[in-house]
């Protein structure tokens, strides 16, 4: 069973940093995709990053956060991290974990990926300017 748990959100003033993990209980696939999505009031969900399971582990990153955010993956101890740095009001939003146990490095890494697996309940962010 697997069971996504996100922590680290929290409120910060613009041009700050905030660092969300999302530790990942059961999840051993090596082929699969794990990534970070967010949704703003009244937006609908966009897909942000996206790391790949396998051995080559590339990722993706959505434009509106490309340079600013990194995304990675603790092996050993089954976390996913997604530093966020140069933070804007716009990044303001509830942030979701997700992951998916077997999945193709081309679709995790396409930014038109769609989880159908595992969700975590969501960390709100909060950017004020």
């Known amino acids: 069973q697997v069971q996504l748990v996100e922590s680290g959100g929290g409120s910060v003033q613009a041009g700050g940093s905030l660092r969300l993990s999302c530790a990942a209980s059961?999840?051993?696939?090596?082929?699969?995709?794990m990534g970070w999505f967010r949704q703003a009031p009244g937006k609908e969900r966009e897909g942000i990053a996206s790391?790949?399971?396998?051995?080559?582990?590339?990722?993706y990153y959505a434009d509106s956060v490309k340079g600013r955010f990194t995304i990675s993956r603790d092996n050993a101890k089954n976390m996913l991290s997604l530093q966020m740095n140069s933070l804007k009001p716009e990044d303001t939003a509830v942030y979701y974990c997700?992951?998916?146990?077997?999945?193709?490095?081309?679709?995790?890494?396409?930014?038109?990926?769609?989880?159908?697996?595992?969700w975590g309940q969501g960390t709100q962010v909060t950017v004020s300017s």
């Open positions: 059961g999840y051993t696939y090596s082929y699969g995709c």
């Open positions: 997700a992951a998916e146990g077997w999945r193709s490095r081309s679709v995790c890494n396409s930014g038109s990926w769609s989880p159908r697996d595992y």
């Open positions: 790391i790949y399971t396998g051995t080559i582990g590339s990722t």
